[in-house]
């Protein structure tokens, strides 16, 4: 595993999202109850940008596009389980907030 500097662990709230790009992932952070939360900025469903989409107490969201309801702990869909945000796992270091995206997006 290779952990890359995301953003600063100051810089996230609960019930909202925070974008990063890191090795060309498009990723949106939050925290819900008290941990880091990374998923890919992207919704399976149609592939439209979720970090516009408002957190809930329960720890679900809607995509802001068509109104999908997923779960912030592991990405999964409640509308059509056959849906998944891919997830990604954080650690903090020194007040930044790291992720391992694997080999990330490769370019042309």
């Keep these: 595993m290779t952990f890359q500097r995301a953003v600063k662990l100051a ?5 909202r999202f ?3 790009e890191v090795l060309g992932v498009d990723l949106c952070f939050t925290l819900c109850d008290g941990e880091v939360i990374c ?3 992207s919704c399976s469903h149609m592939g439209l940008p979720i970090d516009r989409a408002e957190i809930r107490p329960d ?3 809607e995509c802001p596009w068509h109104g999908f309801a997923f779960k912030l702990e592991g990405g ?3 509308t059509y389980p056959v849906y998944k945000i891919k997830t990604f796992e ?3 270091d020194g007040g930044e907030v790291l992720v391992d995206v694997g ?4 370019g042309d």
């Design 11 to 15: 810089d996230l709230k609960s019930g």
């Design 18 to 20: 925070t974008k990063a």
């Design 39 to 41: 998923l890919e900025n």
């Design 59 to 61: 720890g679900s969201f």
């Design 76 to 78: 999964f869909c409640k």
């Design 90 to 92: 954080t650690k903090i």
């Design 103 to 106: 080999e990330g997006v490769q």
